[in-house]
Every structure is written in C-alpha cells, then in structure tokens.
C-alpha cells in the first residue's frame, strides 16, 4: 500500500509555470513507477508523463513536451512534475498514480491514485 499526496497547484497567468509535487509513503517508493495524469473540466483523465522506478526513462505526452518535465527523488519519496510554458488548455486537476508494474501511458496500468491539485491558466 502506498499513499500519495500532490501539491502545488494554483492559479497562473499563461507563459508561467507551476513545480507540482507528489509525497508519497508507505511501503518503498523506490519499488513503484510513477505517473502524472490530468483531468479537464467535461473531460476524461488524460496521460501526461511517466517515469521508471530508478528515474531513467520518462516519456511524456505530446501535447506537453518541451514544457514539461517529470523527476523523482527517491530519497525524499516524491516525485515531480515541473510545468513550464502553461497554457489555458492546460487547466486540469492534476493526478499522480504509482504501479509497481511497469510505468504506462493507461490509467488502468496504475494501483494508487492521489486527490489530485488543482492547476489554473488564466489567458
């Protein structure tokens, strides 16, 4: 079992950027592949970015790469995603999700799920 709880969201002007961040505990993080998923007002729960146990493989979504960037501190059991260049369609609850499978893009390929923070674009 593994609790996860985000942080950092907010309201920002368009161009701006916002460093979301996931603590999590229980069992070893360092067992668990992370996610960041976001979910739209009307909208389904979108992938945004994955990392691997050890943080050397990511992969991003493509409507976030080049502004977003997913990392994780083993040691200080979080992970991050950093958001740069945020636009109004950006404008999500953002998600962080941990598998103790292999890190994927699906929602259904995830155990633990957060409350999720809430990320405002004004234009």
């Known amino acids: 079992q593994v609790q996860l709880v985000e942080s950092g969201g907010g309201l920002v002007q368009a161009g701006g950027s916002l460093r979301l961040s996931c603590a999590a505990s229980g069992r070893s993080f360092s067992n668990y592949a992370m996610g960041w998923f976001r979910q739209a007002p009307g909208k389904e729960r979108e992938f945004v970015a994955r990392i691997s146990r050890s943080g050397g493989s990511t992969y991003l979504a493509n409507s976030v790469k080049g502004r977003f960037t997913i990392s994780r501190d083993n040691a200080k059991n979080t992970v991050y995603l950093q958001t740069n260049s945020l636009k109004p369609e950006d404008t999500a609850v953002y998600y962080c999700?941990?598998?103790?499978?292999?890190?994927?893009?699906?929602?259904?390929?995830?155990?633990?799920w957060g409350q999720g923070t809430q990320v405002t674009v004004s234009s």
């Open positions: 999700a941990a598998t103790s499978g292999v890190a994927v893009t699906t929602i259904s390929g995830y155990d633990y």
